[in-house]
Each structure stands twice: as structure tokens, then as C-alpha cells.
């Protein structure tokens, strides 16, 4: 769209800061004061005027005129990253709906230092490492031997599964890498972020290790060209021509790409397109020479006959023999070959010095895939079409015809002929027959065919040279980011020192120190086989990992889970995973059982140690999908008294507060069935200081094993704000069907307001069916006067009012315990811990007070729980105690069963059926009493004491207030006989259970 702007001036002037020219209501984007820009003739707010000009003093001055952030990137990095950066982040609710105090100018993110940082493109940092990783030592020592054991049909095949199985992880890589910012870390990062720490750690640390292993490997491969080379050609050895000299020279190159590793990564990168040359450069000669042909009848004995068809047809199919006194087989072939193909997420390890990861990682590790695979097809196909699968390398049998069944001699041929012989006249010489004896030479044999077949020999050495120490140095630099990354994420004890980086790259030079001592003792075995397929097994185990995270993430369905990379699906990625799984066994059973067992055992190790590791994974998604399925199919079950559980919603205010009754609502829940501790708070409390409760309460719990939810309701009416937790607590079934209060003890004392409060809280409760459990302990409940848990406000002005958890403060007494001491205010500056009862400035409790603290976490010796079953309350009487026995506290008591006389003179007859329902309710019991006399009357001191009690709440002419809070005469009355039995109930009491440890009424 253009636009007329009437005179010289660019389409996009500033005007100077000192001559505003913006006039009242001139700009679209705006309103005036009274937030009305729709008045006559009025634009949307996406529509410019043609004569409006782009001033600076209203680009610069909307940032003042507003306290709302803009979106950018850094507003969606986690607190560490956005401080890190120095970087303001968005206003918090607070600040947006209290404007108390200025907010920080939103400065723009302070831009990271460019100078000496290197960061690498998709070429440098991806396909060329991908590159040189896969065209390892098994392309020059391994691929013509392949391709002679299964021919070119099956060979072809082979090749094409072990990549199928590549690009299926690749195109998992590539989706995870481009599902968010890709960090250092590559595997382990993607691993560890979509599956969570417990699976992160495991393949990590087990990923780490291959590296190590995997650089020794390639250093081994390095030293047997060495070693072959100095063997054919200079007819000398170091040592002892065998182990030693692979060791000797082993160490020196592994020294090599330590140094290499230790300049930087863009020397790394500059070394490595100096390999890539050479390794170009000695498959250009290998096909050359294929087309040129074979020198001297040497050459041709050997196999190399020069690419023919009947050659090509001759390997054409599979010729399985016995190598190094092994029958091998397709699957013993695929073992040998698959480390060749291993390499693909070299630069993936690398993401964090990628200019853009989530770019460069699908790009680069699938061209390198795509390319490889089918310079090893072409370079196959080659082989099996100029080289016999098997030669003696006797030039004397070269001109010899093959035994024939009319002669039982080979006969010469060819010698008086006109033209000079073609391959296809020495398909039948005796040099090729080798089934009934041993040959040296051909593709089955001579590893060392494509330096036959090469133009110039030397160029397969020194091919064969930069394809191992490419893939050294590129493991080399791979396997200390993983451990910077897991030693920075806390994973494992001990990582610390290898968490910080050197340089402007943060190069883990710490990390490049102990994986060469690791490569170096794995260099030690100098076994090539060995070593092998070790390493093949731990990358097979990442990438299963990593196919499953694909798959899992795609089947959680997490809306968090959006990759960039669309060319996924996730049954694509689950065969993917028993690909590797499957290719793991096959290569070597024991070793991949021994793998897996290592992770599981480095997985439990993350999951019980619990690191602070909140990252989003794909198992917080299933964990969430399967909570919501079982809440949702737990809501269509219709509830049946066998399966009945007691749920319980206590009123325990915050849990560190009053830990016997969250002790002993947990000792009836544990393991077991549902516990919400509920909490009323006074309104307006600030949502900072609101935050923090949940958080304190739900680290008191966790740190004290309890498992609870937390729930608090803001109100400054404790009744009214528990009867919203009474409705409100709980999901579908998963709600509380029974009420656990302390004991109002001090109900005389307290304005009449707070018991009538009290009273119809549990009124409530049974008016919503639920059940009311009210405890009574020695003591008290509230140890708030004594035990450090008040919350601390970090970097707060605003606290939670103390009465929301003191019971001395009228309507807020909600579990009417023991009267205690008025708070004593603590250090502002000391940071209390909430797991462990202590006192004030950290001093130890005395023993009378902790033991009453703790009362319901002592294991109590023998006694008894006494169970007063009066009357029939649908079984919770005695259920409730049943589950206390089996708790390992009480297991060392008993039950009493206590219950009346329902009718005169059957006593032993009710004593009878009492014993056969607690029977078939399967209830052990101690002993079982019958109450013959509750109707008896009272005694006069027990009338008094009665009387005593219910004084101050009697209905006096001079009493002021509610008058349900006080007594009549006419109630007395009314009630005279369901008092007589409640006093005859104490005397039981006092009777039989003074000493029992436990009473249950």
C-alpha cells in the first residue's frame, strides 16, 4: 500500500525528540481519556490513514504510556534465563491490578557479548559432522566384505535397513529439535526435556559414555591402517606388530584430538572440511581405479578383475561363509555393519554451538543421512561388479580353467589367444575356486580390497586416516557437552566441577580431560570388535529413547508438543524404537540385557534422589492425561459400600501448624484414600503472600511424606469459608466424605459467636452428607506458640495475618485447641527449615512437647484401642479403627469393642450376636463388652461437674447477644435424659478406658 505524504520526507521519518508535531486524537492507535476512539468517522485500530506519519515521539513513548509487556522471546524463557539476561520480565498481576509503586522501566534484553563466540551454520555444524561420523573406518575396512557375504541383492537390503533405521530416528531428532530452544547438551537435551530427568539422566550419562567408548573405537580403527600400512609397505613395527603398537600409537592420536578439541570449535570445523577433502578425494580414487581397471595379473588373481557384468552377476547372490572361524549370517553381517551408520547425531551433540538448532539439526543430519547412503549403495554396487567374492591370489591358477566334470584337472586357457583377456574369460579361472579350500583374497577375505581397487593406493590410507580421526575428534567434542549439560542440571552428585565452561564458547575443557582418560582406557583393550559393539549398543539405546519420546509426546497430544518438522508420525517413531531394540539384541543379546539394566538402574537412581527438574516432559503429560482418564471414569462408577474409603477434609489451617491432626488424618488416608487439609484466610490477602502458603504447605507435606492436597479459601467468616471447602474440595468421586476437626477446648472461654460458628460448621457437614470425626488430644493441637513454621513473605511486604492460623483469634479458632501463648515474632533474616519440629531460633523442642507433636508418628506399645460402638453409624465407628490397628504405629494394640444393652436380659445372647457381626465384618478384637446400665442414673458429683460446666452459658436476665447461644431451663429439661447418659458416658469412660491408648467414640 502506498501512501501520499504530501511532501520530500522518507515514508518512515523520526521527528526530533524537542518538536512533537502528534495532535489530540490525530493517531488510530489511541484513545482518549475516556477510552472512546469510535466516534464519527473513526478507523479500526489496523487501519492507517493516508496522511499519517510514523513520528518517533509515539514509537518512543508507548512504552511509558502503558505498564503491559510486548511479546518477544524472552518473556517465555524460564526466571533463570530472563535473569540471567538481565532482562525485565512481564508485569506480574499485581502490579496490574494495584498500581502501588512504579514498575521497572522495561529495558531492552542486554545483548550477549559477540566478540570471540562461534557459532556454526547447518554446514559446519551439522552435515559435516554428520558427514565424517558416518564415513567412518567401516567404509574403507568393512563395506567391500559386506557386500561379499550377502551378494547385491541382500547387501543392497542391508544397507537400506540399517539406514531405515537412521532416518527414522533422524526425522525423530529433527521433530523434537524443533519443538522449542534446543540448549548444549544435543541427545540429552531433547532426551531429557521430552521424557523427564529420570530418563534424561539415564541415557545421558550412559550417551556420555559411549562417546568416550565410541572415540576409542575410532582410534583403534585409526591404528590398524596404521598398523596394516606400516606392515605391507615399510615392512616394520614399533613394538611387537600386534596390541602395543595399536596402544602406542593410539595414545599420540588421541592426544592429537584432544588439542584439536582443546583450540575451539572453529578449528574443529576447519580440520574437519581438510578430513572431508581427503576422504572425497580417496573415493574418487577408489572409483577411478574401478574404471581403469586392474595393472598386472597380481591384481587380477586377487579378484580384482575390473567392472564387468558376469562379475556383477557371478556376486550377485547372498554367499554366506565363515570369517575369522565365525558362520555368520544376515544378522551377524547387520551387527558388523550398523556402527557404520551410528553417527547421525553428531551434530545434534553440538546444539550448543548451532547459530539455530531447530534450522540446522533437520537439515544437516538428513542430508548427511541421504548422501552417505548412497555413496555406500554406489560404492557397493562397484565393488560387487569388478572384484571376485573370493580369490587365492596365485597368479599361476589365473590362467587355469576350473575343474569341469569330464576332467578332474584344471586345464590353461586363454593362452594362444589373438585379443588380450576381458573379466568375463577369467570368471571361470582357477584362482576363483575356493570352496574347498582357504583363500586370502577377494571381497570375503582381504579387508584391505578397496587399496586394491584404488587408482593410487596411499589415497585409502589416507582416506581410511581422516575417516577415523574425523570421527574421534567428532566424538571427542561431543561427549563433554553432555556431561557439562547433565553436571549443570544437577543430576548426579559429583558433576559439579565439570559444570563450567572455558572461553567465550564455554568450552568444557574439564570435560575433554576425563573422557580422554576414558577413551584412553578403553583404547587400552585394543580390540576393534569388542570396543564396537559396545558403542553400538549405547547409541542404539539413545535412539530408542529418542524414537519413544516422539511417540509418547505425539500420543499425550500436549499442547506444548508442536514441532516445526512436520514429516513425523508417531507409529513411524514406534517403529523406530523396536527397530533399535531389536537391532540391539541382534548385534549382541548379553550386551544390550546389560544396557538396559544400567538405565533402569541409573533411572531409579534420578527418580529417588527427585532433582528440582520442572521441564514440561511428555511423562508430566501422561500423568496428567492418565489422572483426568481415571478422575473421568472414576466419575461414571456408581459408588459401593465395599469399596467405600474414608476421604477426609481437615481442617487443620496450614499443616505445620497443627501436626497431630494432620498426623493422624494421614494415619486413617495413608496409601489409601484421599486427604485435603483445608485452610479459611482472610480476604485481600495479597496474591504473593497467598502463593507462598500453598507453596510452604505443600513442601511441609512432601518434606513430612504426607500425601495431601492443600486447599484455602478466602473469607473472613470461618463458617461461611468452611462451608465453601465443604462443597468445594474435591474432583468428580475424588471428595471428601467425612470432616476431621480438633476439638474446641476452649468453647467456655471463647466468644459465643465463635462455638455457635463452630457448632454449625459441623452442621453443615452432615447437612452434605458428610461424616465429623472431632479430636481430643492431650495437649492440644495448635503448636503454633512453640514450633518454627511460621511463613516466611520472601520479598514480601504483605504476610498472612496470623489469625488464619492461630486459634486466639476469634472467628478464625477453627479447630479450638488448647489456648496458647500469643506468637513470638521470629528473625526477619533466619530461613527455618518447615521438615523438622523445632523451636525458635532453631533450638530442640523438650522431649514432653515433641513427643506430643509427634504422637501419631511414635510406634506405640502394647495397648489398646477402646471403640465405643453405641449406636449404628453405617460401620465407620468401627472401621475407623480397624485401619489405625494396621497402621505400623498401632499395630501392637488391640480393640475393645464397647456397645449397649439393647434390650433387658439378653445380654449374653446380644454379646453373641455382636461377636457374629464383628465376625463377618472380619474385625479381630481383644474383647467385647456390653453396657447393661447406661440409663443409671448419674452421680451427684458427675451432675455437678455438668453444672459447673454449662454455667457461663446458661440463659441469665442480664445476658446480651445471640440467644442461641445460651441455655434454657426448658432445654435443660428436654435433654434431662440424653444428658444423664452422656454423663453416665464419662463414667464408663473414666471406668474402662483411663488407660487405653486410643478411645474412639
Request: with cysteine.
Amino acid at each position: 500500500m502506498e501512501q501520499n505524504l504530501g511532501d520530500d520526507r522518507s515514508r518512515f521519518h523520526v521527528s526530533k525528540i524537542d518538536t512533537p508535531q502528534p495532535k489530540p486524537n490525530s493517531s488510530p492507535f489511541f484513545c482518549d481519556d475516556d477510552g472512546d476512539n469510535s466516534g464519527g468517522g473513526g478507523m479500526s485500530a489496523l487501519q492507517v490513514p493516508e496522511s499519517y506519519n510514523y513520528e518517533g515521539t509515539f514509537l518512543a513513548s508507548l512504552h511509558a504510556m502503558t505498564r503491559e509487556a510486548f511479546p518477544r522471546e524472552m518473556n517465555y524463557r524460564n526466571i533463570y534465563s530472563i535473569a540471567k539476561a538481565g532482562a525485565a520480565g512481564r508485569p506480574t498481576l499485581p502490579e496490574l491490578l494495584h498500581e502501588d509503586g512504579e514498575r521497572k522501566e522495561d529495558a531492552e534484553v542486554a545483548q550477549e557479548s559477540k566478540k570471540g563466540i562461534v557459532k556454526l551454520g547447518w554446514i559446519l555444524g551439522v552435515f559435516l559432522p554428520c558427514l565424517l561420523n558416518i564415513w567412518g573406518v567401516m567404509l574403507f575396512l568393512r563395506l567391500t566384505w559386506v557386500m561379499g557375504q550377502g551378494g547385491v541383492f541382500v547387501g543392497v537390503a542391508l544397507l537400506t535397513l540399517c539406514n531405515l533405521v537412521t532416518t527414522i530416528t533422524a526425522l525423530s531428532v529433527s521433530a523434537v529439535s524443533t519443538n522449542g530452544q534446543i540448549k548444549g547438551g544435543g541427545i540429552y537435551y531433547m532426551i531429557s526435556r521430552s521424557l523427564g530427568a529420570e530418563f534424561g539422566g539415564a541415557i545421558g550419562l550412559m550417551f556420555w559414555a559411549a562417546n568416550c567408548i565410541a572415540c576409542a573405537m575410532h582410534t583403534i580403527g585409526f591404528c590398524e591402517a596404521v598398523q596394516e600400512m606400516m606392515r605391507a609397505d615399510f615392512k616394520t613395527w614399533i613394538v611387537d606388530d600386534a596390541k602395543n603398537d595399536i596402544r602406542i600409537i593410539g595414545v599420540i592420536a588421541l592426544i592429537f584430538c584432544l588439542l584439536v578439541c582443546i583450540v575451539g570449535m572453529q578449528w574443529v570445523a576447519r580440520i574437519q572440511v581438510v578430513l572431508l577433502v581427503m576422504l572425497l578425494a580417496a573415493q574418487v580414487a577408489f572409483i577411478v581405479g574401478a574404471a581403469i581397471g586392474p595393472y598386472t595379473d597380481e591384481q587380477r588373481a586377487q579378484g580384482f578383475l575390473g567392472f564387468d557384468w558376469e562379475v556383477f552377476k557371478s556376486n550377485f547372490a547372498p554367499k554366506f561363509s565363515v570369517t575369522d572361524g565365525e558362520q555368520h549370517s544376515f544378522f551377524s553381517v547387520f551387527a558388523v555393519y550398523f556402527p557404520a551408520v551410528t553417527g547421525i547425531v553428531a551434530g545434534a551433540n553440538l546444539s550448543g554451538d548451532l547459530k539455530d538448532p531447530s534450522y540446522a539439526i533437520p537439515l544437516g543430519t538428513l542430508a548427511a543421512i541421504v548422501g552417505t547412503f548412497f555413496s555406500y549403495i554406489l560404492l557397493g554396487l562397484i565393488s560387487t561388479g569388478a572384484v571376485m567374492r573370493t580369490a587365492s591370489g596365485n597368479v599361476t591358477e589365473l590362467y587355469l580353467m576350473g575343474v569341469t566334470d569330464n576332467s578332474t584337472t584344471p586345464t590353461p586357457f586363454l593362452l594362444n589367444a589373438l585379443d588380450p583377456p576381458t573379466a568375463s574369460d577369467f570368471i571361470l579361472s582357477q584362482a576363483f575356486q575356493c570352496d574347498d579350500r582357504d583363500c586370502k583374497y577377494g571381497l570375503l577375505y582381504n579387508y584391505q580390497t578397496m587399496t586394491m581397487i584404488s587408482s593410487w593406493g596411499p589415497m585409502i590410507y589416507i582416506g581410511c586416516f581422516a575417516a577415523s580421526l574425523s570421527s574421534a575428534i567428532a566424538t571427542l567434542c561431543s561427549g563433554p557437552r553432555i556431561l557439562m549439560a547433565m553436571a549443570q542440571d544437577k543430576l548426579y552428585p559429583g558433576l559439579g566441577p565439570f559444570a563450567v565452561g572455558w572461553g567465550p564458547n564455554q568450552d568444557p575443557i574439564r570435560g575433554y580431560m576425563i573422557c580422554f582418560l576414558v577413551a584412553v582406557g578403553f583404547l587400552l583393550i585394543a580390540e576393534l570388535n569388542a570396543v564396537g559393539t559396545l558403542t553400538s549398543n549405547f547409541y542404539l539405546a539413545a535412539y530408542s529413547l529418542i524414537n519413544f519420546c516422539v511417540f509418547h509426546a505425539e500420543l499425550m497430544k500436549s499442547p506444548g508438543w508442536r514441532p516445526g518438522f512436520k514429516y513425523y508420525t508417531a507409529w513411524l517413531s514406534l517403529i523406530g524404537t523396536v527397530l533399535c531394540i531389536a537391532a540391539m539384541f541382534l548385534i549382541n543379546w548379553i550386551t544390550a540385557l546389560i544396557t538396559y539394566g544400567l538405565i533402569i538402574i541409573f533411572y531409579l537412581f534420578v527418580w529417588y534422589r527427585k532433582p528440582d527438574a520442572n521441564w514440561g516432559s511428555s511423562m508430566q503429560a501422561a500423568a496428567y492425561s492418565g489422572a483426568l482418564k481415571s478422575s473421568h471414569d472414576l466419575w461414571n462408577i456408581e459408588e459401593h459400600v465395599k469399596n467405600f474409603r474414608p476421604q477426609i477434609l481437615c481442617m487443620s489451617g496450614f499443616p505445620g501448624v497443627r501436626p497431630p491432626l494432620v498426623d493422624f488424618a494421614n494415619l486413617i488416608t495413608k496409601q489409601m484414600s484421599l486427604l485435603v487439609c483445608g485452610n479459611v484466610i482472610p480476604e485481600g490477602t495479597a496474591l504473593s503472600a497467598r502463593t507462598n502458603l500453598v507453596r510452604q504447605s505443600r513442601a511441609w507435606l512432601n518434606k513430612h511424606k504426607i500425601r495431601s492436597f492443600y486447599q484455602h479459601v478466602e473469607d473472613d467468616s470461618f463458617e461461611h469459608g468452611a462451608k465453601v471447602l465443604i462443597q468445594l474440595a474435591g474432583l468428580g468421586n475424588l471428595r471428601p466424605n467425612m470432616m476431621l476437626l480438633g476439638y474446641k477446648s476452649d468453647w467456655r472461654e471463647a466468644p459465643k459467636n465463635d462455638v455457635i460458628a463452630y457448632v454449625n460448621v459441623v452442621h453443615s457437614a452432615f447437612e452434605h452428607f458428610m461424616a465429623v470425626g472431632i479430636l481430643r488430644v492431650k495437649g492440644g493441637l495448635d503448636y503454633s506458640s512453640v514450633l518454627e513454621t511460621i511463613l516466611h513473605m520472601e520479598n514480601e511486604t504483605e504476610e498472612v495475618d496470623s489469625h488464619s492460623f492461630n486459634d486466639d483469634h476469634g472467628e478464625f479458632n477453627d479447630l479450638g485447641a488448647e489456648k496458647k501463648e500469643p506468637k513470638r515474632k521470629k528473625s526477619a533474616n533466619k530461613k527455618v527449615s518447615v521438615a523438622e519440629p523445632r523451636g525458635y531460633e532453631g533450638v530442640n523442642l523438650p522431649m514432653t512437647v515433641l513427643s506430643n507433636v509427634t504422637r501419631f508418628q511414635q510406634k506405640h506399645p502394647k495397648g489398646f484401642i477402646d471403640v465405643y460402638w453405641l449406636y449404628d453409624d453405617g460401620g465407620l465407628t468401627i472401621l475407623l479403627p480397624y485401619i489405625i490397628q494396621r497402621r505400623q504405629a498401632f499395630r501392637n494394640c488391640k480393640l475393645r469393642i464397647f456397645t449397649l444393652l439393647s434390650k433387658s436380659g439378653g445380654l449374653e445372647e446380644q454379646q453373641r450376636n455382636m461377636a457374629k457381626l464383628l465376625s463377618k465384618f472380619r474385625i479381630d478384637f481383644a474383647d467385647l463388652i456390653v453396657i447393661p446400665d447406661l440409663q443409671k442414673k448419674a452421680q451427684p458429683s458427675s451432675k455437678q461437674l455438668f453444672q459447673d460446666l454449662i454455667e457461663p452459658c446458661r440463659k441469665k436476665g442480664q445476658n446480651t447477644g445471640r440467644e442461641d447461644a445460651y441455655i434454657t431451663d426448658e432445654e435443660l429439661e428436654i435433654f434431662r435424659e440424653r444428658n444423664n447418659r452422656h454423663m453416665r458416658l464419662r463414667e464408663l469412660l473414666l471406668e474402662h478406658s483411663a488407660t487405653s491408648t486410643m478411645i474412639i467414640m
